[in-house]
């Protein structure tokens, strides 16, 4: 969880929004620390609303548009009851200190891909990830959890799940002339 505090403001603002060229304002708010939570539950809360996947392919250029970012960081607030001026008053700043939070790894775990391993070119939603913390045997209570943290432990549980690969016939005889020449070595005999 990562909590960002935002001023209270005694009186409105008037901005200018240079894009759509129009004047808004923030209403008047007291202070808030907002609580905020970059997990499943907050990932499901937003792809009811609009739709469309959260996470996107590393590779791909998919953007999430000012309003639907500003949406997500709705949907990861704990809070209860928090005015629309609040959002509308985060700074740049405070935006990426929340970026850099959805981006900590939350784990000192590496998974490894295996070799030519390829990817099943599907869109991850929160159903599917939800459904693999199913087939996981994955508490479903383990959706509050940092989302790349919890995605970590689906990688390690898919690992440990995976029956060894074979060995080719070469990587046998590979193996087997490794062995025989420690045989060797440690017998000091000459095979």
Same mark, same amino acid.
């Given at each position: 969880? *990562? ?5 209270? *403001? ?80 985060? %700074? ?23 070799? !030519?391993?390829?990817?099943? !070119? *599907? *869109?991850? %939603? ?62 000091? %005999?000459? !095979?």
């Amino acid at each position: 969880m *990562r909590s960002i505090h935002v001023d209270e *403001r005694t009186v409105d603002k008037e901005c200018w929004d240079s894009v759509n060229n129009k004047f808004f304002y923030i209403k008047a708010h007291k202070a808030y620390d907002l609580k905020l939570e970059h997990s499943l539950i907050s990932i499901h809360k937003w792809e009811q609303k609009w739709h469309v996947p959260f996470i996107k392919d590393k590779h791909s250029d998919e953007k999430l548009t000012p309003e639907q970012t500003m949406d997500y960081i709705k949907c990861m607030t704990l809070n209860q009851d928090v005015p629309d001026s609040v959002y509308e008053d985060l %700074t740049a700043e405070d935006i990426n200190k929340i970026s850099e939070y959805m981006n900590e790894p939350m784990t000192a775990t590496v998974v490894k891909e295996a070799p !030519g391993q390829k990817k099943s !070119g *599907r *869109r991850v %939603t929160a159903e599917l990830i939800y459904c693999w913390m199913i087939q996981l045997n994955i508490p479903t209570t383990f959706d509050k959890w940092h989302i790349n943290s919890l995605m970590q432990l689906i990688a390690v549980c898919n690992a440990e799940n995976t029956p060894p690969k074979k060995m080719s016939k070469n990587e046998i005889i590979e193996r087997n002339r490794a062995l025989n020449e420690a045989r060797k070595a440690k017998y000091h %005999t000459k !095979g």
